[in-house]
């Protein structure tokens, strides 16, 4: 069985991290309610889905990469396939299923042209993981081999949308196509890692970690010393995106460590998966030591008891009662 991340984790027990593709604020061509393409309660049974080019609806306005897209309403029947047509060729890492995507995007029905929701509007891209479960089959299929950097227009019929069932809470109904235009911004895997520039590491009480960029784990070295008894988060490697904020989900790569053993406690690197969750959703040495931290970055982070698990740690996670914490960070992306 996969080991669950540690870091959903808090003193009093484990926390569920929620769905990312949610936002509380609506935007103007919404009922108000988001509609991200998160999986329907009730997963698909249908095949793969054939891919074809077409039908689509011409965008009208919204052109450009980045930019919120108008689309005209769909012209007679859509097809009952999977209709995929990429509008501007990007040229960044190809997308793969399981990566995790960062997008804008505009959903809207076939036949009524009605949008039931955008990203463009709130500002904020939808960051969530390309896998079955996570995401509509329909966006699966779709994007999957398509470069960051690309514009890909597709519709997805019922079969590999929200199903027989809709989506009532946005006014999708069970026969509903749906059309989509995704601006494909970023995509990451297990083998994803900080970008930046290295800085000095001087500070003889620290831990040393590695400034290696090959998607493998770093090194770290904790000095034979007593531990800091404050927070500590500071760059090993600084990028150059946005600051994170404290209400913000993140996507991460990390390996934990026991100051006082040096043993590894846990690692999406050992996992081979990325993780993503909110600030709001882990221990206070995580949320505090990376807000305020630039996107790219690799954070060294050494976490005393009191802002990590004091003397409730998780049972079996090899997480000593009192313990003084490590970790290294690499901070890919947030929403």
């Not at 690309?150 to 026969?175: C, D, H, L, M």
């Not at 991460?252 to 460590?257: A, D, R």
């Amino acid at each position: 069985m996969r080991r669950r991340s540690l870091l959903l984790t808090v003193p009093a027990g484990l926390v569920t991290l929620a769905a990312c593709g949610g936002n509380d604020k609506p935007d103007s061509d919404s009922t108000g309610e988001s509609a991200s393409p998160s999986a329907p309660s009730t997963p698909s049974a249908a095949p793969s889905p054939r891919i074809v080019s077409g039908p689509l609806p011409a965008i009208t306005a919204g052109t450009k990469f980045g930019e919120k897209p108008t689309v005209a309403k769909g012209s007679g029947d859509p097809s009952k396939d999977l209709a995929v047509k990429t509008v501007i060729a990007g040229g960044g890492r190809t997308v793969a299923e399981n990566d995790y995507l960062q997008a804008h995007y505009l959903g809207q029905i076939w036949d009524t042209g009605k949008v039931f929701d955008n990203s463009y509007d709130r500002r904020t891209p939808l960051l969530i993981q390309l896998s079955q479960g996570q995401i509509i089959d329909g966006w699966r299929y779709a994007l999957t081999g398509r470069k960051a950097g690309s514009r890909v227009e597709f519709s997805v019929p019922p079969a590999w949308g929200y199903g027989t069932q809709g989506n009532a809470q946005v006014g999708i109904k069970g026969t509903d196509t749906l059309v989509f235009v995704v601006d494909v911004l970023d995509t990451f895997n297990s083998k994803s890692s900080a970008k930046g520039k290295k800085v000095p590491q001087n500070d003889a009480a620290l831990p040393k970690v590695g400034t290696n960029t090959d998607g493998k784990a770093p090194s770290v070295e904790v000095p034979k010393k007593a531990a800091p008894t404050k927070l500590v988060a500071t760059y090993v490697i600084e990028g150059d995106g946005e600051e994170v904020a404290a209400d913000n989900t993140v996507l991460v790569q990390y390996k934990g460590l026991v100051w006082d053993t040096g043993k590894e406690f846990d690692s999406t690197y050992a996992r081979g998966m990325l993780t993503s969750f909110s600030l709001q959703q882990v221990v206070k040495g995580w949320s505090q030591g990376l807000t305020g931290k630039k996107v790219g970055s690799r954070v060294l982070i050494v976490i005393p008891p009191a802002l990590g698990y004091g003397d409730n740690p998780p049972p079996n996670s090899g997480i000593p009662k009192g313990a003084t914490l490590v970790f290294t960070v690499d901070l890919l992306a947030k929403m």
